[in-house]
């Protein structure tokens, strides 16, 4: 964006987008960013402006990254300067449960035309960019677990709740369809009126864009059916609460480096380099991954969550869940510890950059954990406070996002656990219920 040569090429390809869309019935484009407190923000244009956003941005105030989840401010936040926020036309798509309106994922650029230092998307691609110089990619896809009030209750797993909505979640998978993303899977979880929903793997930055994709349409076709769906941690101060669980696989060459190695379970050197440097950053990654006050009354033993800080073959209470799948190309590794309050661009980021750390310095991972680890493993930060700890301990991660989206997101945190310390587990968790 730095010269007018790019610029004017998004302007043309803006105007055969726009052309498109329009001529599909869409009036106005939906353009998308998450905060560090993870909430969505948006700006929108008319379809036919939709070239000149493309070209020049459309207005975002740098406080945004001062936001709390609550719409308060950290205090960190001032009221000088602006921001441009673009649209990537690669991920625009006509919203099937919303008529008339498109969405596309936004990255933020200063006025100057460079690359905002707080962007979490651009965040999420140098890292991805930086495993690609070294040959290697990632696949990766995000769960997306929510929880909708009303609705036909039932068992978890259930096939009576499943009849009892099989209207909404048909005409669910019907608009994911239509948007062009593809569903592996879908069905009613644990927790009274939730559900999750695996897409398939992509490139990270696409992985994040997806999730936000998923999570928009999960909440119009709700809404549709007089549903009101919640991806915050928890809805219930003793409940198991909403993962956002990351998958990750790792690749050179169009080989999955999680089969076929000499480490455990079949891993390459490179895979388990890379995890072990994931599992390494860990408890400072959930400042990232598990980012609310919220987050730690889900990430408890005996839940599923992955509360430990260690790592075992399909063990779903280790924060490292390996699964070497049915075929060579399925082996990845699940991130259990994360939620659904995460913004996906800087869990994505963290977890690359964590991994980049381990494949540097050929990292090996200790030894599996195959039972229950409660007792048995390290406990991973069980409040907000000391996640933070973590982070402002980690140079891995203050060098891959930088000093000023590190602060940023240090400084949210920090505000968010000041305005909530005097909340009871039930005041706060109706405090954020319907935020994300």
């Not at 495993?131 to 068992?155: R, S, T």
């Not at 209207?167 to 062009?180: G, N, S, T």
């Not at 398939?200 to 549903?227: I, K, M, N, W």
């Not at 203050?398 to 920090?414: K, N, P, S, Y």
Request: charged residues 20%; glycine residues 12%.
């Amino acid at each position: 964006m730095s010269t007018a040569e790019p610029r004017a090429d998004r302007a043309a390809e803006a105007r055969t987008a726009a052309t498109r869309i329009e001529a599909q019935g869409v009036d106005g484009v939906i353009v998308s960013w998450v905060d560090n407190a993870g909430v969505t923000r948006v700006k929108t244009v008319p379809v036919r402006a939709l070239e000149s956003a493309a070209r020049w941005g459309v207005g975002a105030a740098p406080c945004f990254d001062a936001f709390l989840v609550d719409d308060s401010l950290a205090p960190s936040a001032g009221p000088v300067g602006d921001l441009r926020l673009v649209p990537d036309l690669a991920g625009l798509r006509r919203l099937a449960a919303q008529p008339g309106w498109a969405w596309a994922p936004g990255d933020r650029w200063t006025q100057q035309g460079e690359p905002h230092p707080g962007c979490q998307r651009q965040f999420a691609r140098r890292t991805a960019d930086a495993l690609a110089e070294h040959g290697l990619a990632v696949k990766a896809g995000i769960e997306v677990e929510w929880i909708v009030d009303g609705g036909e209750p039932g068992p978890a797993y259930g096939m009576r709740r499943l009849i009892g909505n099989s209207d909404y979640l048909r005409d669910l998978l019907r608009a994911l369809r239509e948007q062009r993303l593809t569903v592996l899977q879908l069905h009613p979880e644990y927790t009274e009126g939730q559900y999750e929903l695996s897409v398939a793997p992509e490139g990270p930055v696409e992985a994040a864009d997806t999730a936000l994709l998923v999570r928009h349409t999960v909440q119009a076709v709700s809404l549709r059916h007089g549903l009101r769906a919640s991806f915050a941690p928890v809805t219930a101060p003793d409940g198991v609460g909403n993962g956002g669980h990351l998958h990750l696989s790792l690749w050179r060459d169009g080989r999955n480096l999680g089969h076929g190695g000499t480490g455990p379970h079949g891993l390459t050197r490179e895979a388990e380099a890379f995890l072990a440097g994931v599992l390494a950053e860990l408890p400072a990654l959930l400042a990232l991954g598990a980012p609310s006050v919220a987050s730690y009354l889900r990430l408890v033993p005996g839940h599923w969550s992955g509360p430990h800080r260690c790592w075992g073959l399909e063990n779903r209470e280790a924060a490292l869940r390996l699964i070497t799948g049915s075929a060579p190309d399925q082996a990845n590794a699940e991130i259990k510890c994360f939620d659904a309050a995460a913004n996906p661009y800087l869990a994505v980021g963290g977890v690359l950059a964590a991994g980049l750390a381990g494949l540097g310095g050929a990292l090996r991972l200790p030894a599996e954990t195959t039972g229950d680890p409660d007792g048995a493993a390290e406990r991973l930060p069980d409040t907000l406070g000391r996640a933070v700890d973590a982070l402002r301990k980690s140079q891995v991660l203050r060098t891959a996002m930088g000093e000023q989206l590190w602060q940023a997101v240090i400084d949210v945190r920090e505000a968010e656990i000041a305005r909530f310390a005097d909340h009871t587990p039930e005041q706060l968790v109706e405090a954020v219920r319907y935020r994300y």
